[in-house]
């Protein structure tokens, strides 16, 4: 675009002015403002001509990679057809259609979609059908959830950072620990929880569901008469080797599905709820409550577009077995990689979807002095130590999974391949044998960093 040629440059500056300033300050103190110039497929490109894999893939939507040409091409061919879009007083064929493909990868009680513009909005609107539907208004979320973060989403994230000085939210959520199911039982008896909502695995930490937790919370959840939502934002379209990840348990059917992220193709923000006729029926129960819950954009013809492109791509190009393959390997690879350095505790997740999980060494004296050191002058600076070393001297882009963790997150597209993977791999060795060299550069850059946010 010439617009963005003739301005090449200047996006810091605009974001430090008339942004957010604050952002701009974080990307330029560990030095990731790269200035991509190009994305296509797992790859960017900075100006200098350099290839980054990206493993961050836009916190999850480039599923298919950036620019997927499928994708491309069903955009500009609607572009060029003059669709009668949103007319609002109609039905979409494209919305339609989309529906149709998304509940057909669903259990057969999920077969009907509600159409959102994000990955909060599914969760805000999974909230709305769930206090509707049982007349109650509680809802049971997980230590360290992530559900988005607007104020019905934010009432249900798992972190006091998120929620600190935004005041009161909304009332009667109360969070259980994490695969904990006595504390789950505990938190449903009194029969009043409209809905248990959590992440099959968890954004923030990787953690996993255990085996036989899904199947037996859903016993709970039928019991209580609470609605059992599970949050696919970011697991769900493939990622981890299922269409949604809680396929990995085949007796699990939740009552309400959330879906975002993927779906988009990376293209146009669009998310979807899946829920059981009767749930969707209970809300919308009258010709004069139709829209009571609605939104402007929602089935927009761009966003369902490439929402029916990805889809059939994914199906086509047959991408959730590839996630599982190449997941397993990569997943099995890097536990092995791991098990070399005594700062790795465990490296967890499914498919395309994993973490590597850092923690104070057990062995070596020199190794202990060094975390202790760097914790106390900032807790969550190691994380950086991975990360900047993958980006400067091997080209990968990652990010810490959240805030105050010591956990590595890699959302790969799922359209990667065994050399992709392979690449990655033999960063990690690298960088994780670095972490063992004290002193070295790795740690004297986190020290130095951890030093200059004390005297900040
Ligand atoms: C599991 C989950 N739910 C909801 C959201 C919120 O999605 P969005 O940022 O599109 O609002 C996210 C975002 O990361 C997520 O990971």
Sequence with gaps: ??????????????HQQYVNPAFVKMLKT????????????CYLWD?????????????????????????RAALHELLDAASPNLVRMDCSILSGLVAESLVSHMPPGLSRVFFTNSGTESVETAIKFARCNTGR??????EHAFHGLTTGSLAINGADFFRQRFGALLPGT???????????????????????????IQGKTCEVVQDGYLAEAQRLCRQAGT?????????GMGRTGKWFCFQHWPEVEPDIVCVAKGLSGGFVPVGAVVTRPSIMDSVFNSMERCVVHSNTFGQNDMAMAAALATLQ???????????????????????????????????????????????RPAGSLKLKLAWDALHKLNFGVFGQMIILPLLNDHKILTQVAGYHTEVIKFLPPIIATREDMDWFLKAMEAVLADTQRIPGTAWNTVMGMAKNAVRA
């Design 174 to 200: 109360s969070a259980v620990p994490f695969n904990n199911l006595a504390a789950l039982e505990q938190a449903l008896v009194k029969k009043d929880v409209a809905a248990f909502i959590l992440e099959p």
């Design 227 to 235: 609605l059992l939502v599970i949050d696919e934002v970011q697991s």
């Design 313 to 359: 791509v994914i199906e086509e190009d047959k991408l959730v077995e590839n996630a599982a393959a190449l997941g397993a390997y990569v997943i099995s690879r890097l536990t092995d990689i791991g098990r070399q350095c005594p700062f790795v505790t465990e490296v967890r997740g499914k498919g395309l979807m994993f973490g590597i999980d850092f923690a």
């Design 137 to 142: 208004e509680k809802i049971v979320y997980t």
């Design 47 to 71: 100006p200098q001509g350099n290839k980054y894999l990206d493993l961050l893939t836009g916190w999850g939507v480039f599923m298919l990679g950036r620019n997927h040409p499928k994708i």
């Design 30 to 41: 560990i030095g990731f403002d790269k200035n991509y110039v190009r994305g296509e497929g």
């Design 1 to 14: 675009m010439d617009i963005v040629e003739q301005h090449r440059g200047r996006q810091y500056g605009l």
